[in-house]
């Protein structure tokens, strides 16, 4: 099992900037993908990154491109969202996944996502 917390959320004025982080605890001693997603009220829960366990490989919601940020750090178990230029659309539940996977893998269908964090709310005023 690993359990994933999620912290950084709150609330910014647009144009703003906020950085996620998702902590892993539990077996992380194997390799996993990991992701960001978020979900609005009336919405479905959509995939705005994810990255592989070696950080070659990444993946971007369109709408995020060049402002949105994914990385990580193994040694830390922590995965991080850079969020910039924040707009009032990108106000959600943010949530962070993990995946046992390949080093390389990444999976960008949340199905393919094993454990879940509880999420952080990220408020963006207009």
């Known amino acids: 099992q690993v359990q994933l917390v999620e912290s950084g959320g709150g609330l910014v004025q647009a144009g703003g900037s906020l950085r996620l982080s998702c902590a892993a605890s539990?077996?992380?001693?194997?390799?996993?993908?990991m992701a960001w997603f978020r979900q609005a009220p009336g919405k479905e829960r959509e995939l705005v990154a994810a990255i592989s366990w070696s950080g070659a490989n990444t993946y971007y919601l369109d709408s995020v491109k060049g402002r949105f940020s994914i990385s990580r750090d193994n040694a830390k178990n922590t995965v991080y969202l850079q969020m910039n230029s924040l707009k009032p659309e990108d106000t959600s539940v943010y949530c962070c996944a993990a995946s046992p996977a390949g080093s390389g893998t990444v999976y960008r269908i949340r199905y393919e996502y094993r454990y879940w964090g509880q999420g952080t709310q990220v408020t963006v005023s207009s």
């Open positions: 539990g077996r992380t001693s194997s390799s996993y993908a």
